[in-house]
């Protein structure tokens, strides 16, 4: 009998099954790299709002906004709303990048877990 009888579904049968699932493998890697780094450049967004919520609360005088290459004074109020506004879109962002981070590090251990398989079916008995 086979020993591709009692391999389990999910694992490589032939070279090109194999070579499939190493690029696959490859690619989820540089996919959580990416959403690891979008998740960082999320966390530094919601650490400048809030420095900036932070500076503005102690700042008593006129209060300027970037918008586009433009510096304009703001009321305090179209401040806060902006900067809130900003926060929770990037806290649904935040969100949305770690459950997708969560889902690839399954994907990962998964297709880990089959490779590794399919290395030792592929040892030679000893």
Same mark, same amino acid.
């Given at each position: 009998m086979a020993t591709n009888a009692t391999a389990p579904k999910n694992v490589p049968q032939n070279? $090109? +099954? %194999?070579?499939?699932k190493l &690029? +696959?493998? $490859?690619?989820? /890697? !540089?996919?959580? $790299?990416? %959403? =690891?780094? /979008?998740?960082?450049?999320v966390a530094m967004q919601l650490d400048e709002i809030k420095m900036a919520e932070e500076e503005m609360a102690k700042s008593k005088g006129a209060l300027f906004r970037a918008v586009g290459s433009l510096i304009? *004074? &703001? &009321?305090?109020e179209d401040i806060k709303t902006h900067l809130k506004e !900003?926060?929770?879109?990037? +806290?649904? !962002?935040? =969100?949305?990048? =770690?459950?997708q *981070?969560?889902?690839? !590090?399954? /994907?990962?251990?998964d297709l880990r877990s089959e490779l590794e398989?399919?290395?030792k079916m592929a040892a030679p008995a000893q």
């Open positions: 070279p $090109q +099954d %194999l070579e499939q &690029s +696959d493998f $490859q690619n989820l /890697q !540089r996919q959580l $790299q990416m %959403l =690891s780094m /979008q998740r960082q450049q304009l *004074e &703001s &009321s305090r !900003r926060k929770e879109t990037l +806290d649904m !962002r935040a =969100s949305v990048t =770690s459950k *981070e969560e889902k690839v !590090r399954k /994907q990962l251990t398989e399919a290395a």
